[in-house]
């Protein structure tokens, strides 16, 4: 095989799948040009081929002394740095052959392996800007979609990534493309597609354990555990170190409360590197009563990933159970500001507000759970409504005790909270007929309940009185 064929097959191994035929002559013709002026470039190519980068640096860092001004050394040097790992000198390496270069057909070809390194070291405008350049250019690799894919998704333009990978696929339908949109589906929440895309690239590449372990995940976000279960076993005999297929398996464990085990895998996911295995080994650890575990798991996670609402709420839960307030509030404040749409965070908050007699705060955050949640389940609503009842009472607001009395009774008529809300609701209304009815009622289920008897007596009072607050 001569050298020019060479040099043009390793252009397909570096992840053209179709380049532009005007790139492709342009490099054949520089290639033969520079292998009949001086050998040494040929001794290059095949170090090059052969992955030998730090020696291949070596030849080019000669080659560039006798010819500093010759583009393809400079960019092929960087293309052996960005093997290296070393994607700054990769860059500057690169920059060099964009400004050297000659032939105008050449300089897509260098944008986009200066696109890949940038996109390596959080470049993303240089990376999005380069990449998108070489692929309207017609270099329609692989690795460039899936560059330009990363770099418009870590700028927060979801939709285009998607779009960029996809068209991508239509090119070429791989299992690299189909497991990188399925990852983006899934950090969007958009588990089916996710999962669908992670089948084509196991139909596609069935050895590549990572995606098992991946579609596990998926399957435990919807609840189909045993299909969890069977892809994170299946990835983990595949390749003992499936991060993915740890976190999945832990989460299965922890799901059927075998807490154990869910701590076991959990941790090995975060010894390979998972770091949102963190949360689920504090869910574990904080259903263990392991409260100080648990803690120290939530503080990594909110130092080392983006704030989520979840994260700052089971927080909030673990500090409240360590008696901590006041910073459980802030966190479920967190948690709201994150997730404002969220009930369980404002039910929660007022607990603690209730608890820490912010009657009035804690009212108003029983009232928004209650709007943004009317079809919760009953028992949930009952205690929402009960809560909220009561405070009113407290607070002055009668009319809203006795609506949240009628509400609680609707829901647990055997209860006796909301009989003894609506008449303490009543009672401070003055109406203490029906403050009697409902309080002996409330009694009748309550029996010997001190704090019933003692509304009960206020409104017998009341009726000889006239005198609705005591």
């Given at each position: 095989?001569?050298?020019?064929?060479?040099?043009?097959?390793?252009?397909?191994?570096?992840?053209?799948?179709?380049?532009?035929?005007?790139?492709?002559?342009?490099?054949?013709?520089?290639?033969?040009?520079?292998?009949?002026?001086?050998?040494?470039?040929?001794?290059?190519?095949?170090?090059?081929?052969?992955?030998?980068?730090?020696?291949?640096?070596?030849?080019?860092?000669?080659?560039?002394?006798?010819?500093?001004?010759?583009?393809?050394?400079?960019?092929?040097?960087?293309?052996?740095?960005?093997?290296?790992?070393?994607?700054?000198?990769?860059?500057?390496?690169?920059?060099?052959?964009?400004?050297?270069?000659?032939?105008?057909?050449?300089?897509?070809?260098?944008?986009?392996?200066?696109?890949?390194?940038?996109?390596?070291?959080?470049?993303?405008?240089?990376?999005?800007?380069?990449?998108?350049?070489?692929?309207?250019?017609?270099?329609?690799?692989?690795?460039?979609?899936?560059g330009l894919a990363n770099a418009c998704w870590q700028r927060g333009d979801h939709r285009?990534?998607?779009?960029?990978?996809?068209?991508?696929?239509?090119?070429?339908?791989?299992?690299?493309?189909?497991?990188?949109?399925?990852?983006?589906?899934?950090?969007?929440?958009?588990?089916?597609?996710?999962?669908?895309?992670?089948?084509?690239?196991?139909?596609?590449?069935?050895?590549?354990?990572?995606?098992?372990?991946?579609?596990?995940?998926?399957?435990?976000?919807?609840?189909?555990?045993?299909?969890?279960?069977?892809?994170?076993?299946?990835?983990?005999?595949?390749?003992?170190?499936?991060?993915?297929?740890?976190?999945?398996?832990?989460?299965?464990?922890?799901?059927?409360?075998?807490?154990?085990?869910?701590?076991?895998?959990?941790?090995?996911?975060?010894?390979?590197?998972?770091?949102?295995?963190?949360?689920?080994?504090?869910?574990?650890?904080?259903?263990?009563?392991?409260?100080?575990?648990?803690?120290?798991?939530?503080?990594?996670?909110?130092?080392?990933?983006?704030?989520?609402?979840?994260?700052?709420?089971?927080?909030?839960?673990?500090?409240?159970?360590?008696?901590?307030?006041?910073?459980?509030?802030?966190?479920?404040?967190?948690?709201?500001?994150?997730?404002?749409?969220?009930?369980?965070?404002?039910?929660?908050?007022?607990?603690?507000?209730?608890?820490?007699?912010?009657?009035?705060?804690?009212?108003?955050?029983?009232?928004e759970a209650i709007r943004l949640a009317p079809h919760a389940a009953a028992s949930v609503?009952?205690?929402?409504?009960?809560?909220?009842?009561?405070?009113?009472?407290?607070?002055?607001?009668?009319?809203?005790?006795?609506?949240?009395?009628?509400?609680?009774?609707?829901?647990?008529?055997?209860?006796?909270?909301?009989?003894?809300?609506?008449?303490?609701?009543?009672?401070?209304?003055?109406?203490?007929?029906?403050?009697?009815?409902?309080?002996?009622?409330?009694?009748?289920?309550?029996?010997?309940?001190?704090?019933?008897?003692?509304e009960l007596l206020l409104a017998q009072r009341g009726v000889k009185t006239n005198l609705?607050?005591?």
């Amino acid at each position: 095989m001569g050298l020019t064929d060479l040099f043009i097959r390793l252009l397909g191994r570096l992840g053209f799948l179709s380049p532009a035929a005007r790139t492709v002559n342009a490099l054949k013709h520089r290639t033969l040009a520079l292998i009949h002026e001086d050998d040494l470039f040929g001794e290059a190519l095949r170090l090059f081929n052969q992955g030998d980068n730090a020696h291949c640096i070596g030849v080019f860092d000669e080659l560039i002394r006798k010819k500093p001004m010759e583009s393809v050394y400079y960019g092929l040097r960087g293309q052996s740095y960005y093997r290296l790992g070393e994607f700054q000198r990769a860059i500057t390496d690169l920059n060099d052959a964009i400004r050297l270069e000659r032939n105008g057909n050449l300089r897509p070809y260098w944008h986009n392996e200066r696109g890949l390194a940038a996109s390596k070291i959080g470049e993303l405008e240089l990376a999005g800007a380069d990449l998108s350049l070489a692929l309207d250019a017609g270099l329609t690799s692989i690795d460039s979609h899936l560059g330009l894919a990363n770099a418009c998704w870590q700028r927060g333009d979801h939709r285009r990534a998607i779009e960029v990978i996809s068209r991508a696929l239509a090119l070429d339908p791989n299992a690299l493309g189909f497991a990188g949109r399925g990852m983006m589906f899934h950090m969007l929440g958009d588990y089916k597609r996710a999962v669908d895309d992670f089948n084509k690239a196991i139909e596609l590449n069935p050895a590549e354990a990572d995606c098992y372990g991946q579609r596990a995940i998926c399957y435990a976000e919807m609840g189909q555990y045993e299909k969890a279960a069977a892809d994170a076993n299946l990835a983990i005999r595949r390749d003992s170190k499936s991060m993915h297929a740890y976190e999945a398996r832990g989460r299965v464990h922890l799901n059927v409360k075998d807490l154990d085990s869910a701590i076991a895998d959990l941790s090995s996911a975060i010894e390979l590197g998972s770091r949102q295995s963190h949360f689920f080994r504090a869910l574990a650890f904080y259903a263990k009563g392991d409260l100080g575990s648990a803690l120290t798991d939530l503080d990594q996670v909110i130092d080392v990933l983006p704030p989520e609402a979840a994260v700052f709420a089971l927080r909030g839960n673990v500090l409240e159970s360590q008696g901590d307030k006041e910073i459980a509030i802030a966190d479920f404040s967190k948690a709201i500001e994150l997730e404002p749409h969220n009930p369980d965070h404002y039910a929660s908050r007022a607990r603690l507000l209730r608890e820490t007699h912010e009657s009035r705060r804690a009212i108003d955050d029983f009232s928004e759970a209650i709007r943004l949640a009317p079809h919760a389940a009953a028992s949930v609503l009952h205690e929402w409504h009960k809560s909220r009842g009561f405070l009113s009472a407290w607070e002055g607001n009668p009319d809203q005790a006795v609506a949240d009395g009628d509400a609680a009774i609707r829901l647990a008529p055997r209860d006796g909270w909301g009989y003894m809300i609506r008449g303490m609701g009543y009672r401070r209304k003055g109406r203490f007929d029906r403050a009697i009815t409902d309080l002996s009622q409330a009694l009748k289920l309550f029996p010997n309940d001190t704090g019933v008897e003692h509304e009960l007596l206020l409104a017998q009072r009341g009726v000889k009185t006239n005198l609705s607050f005591e």
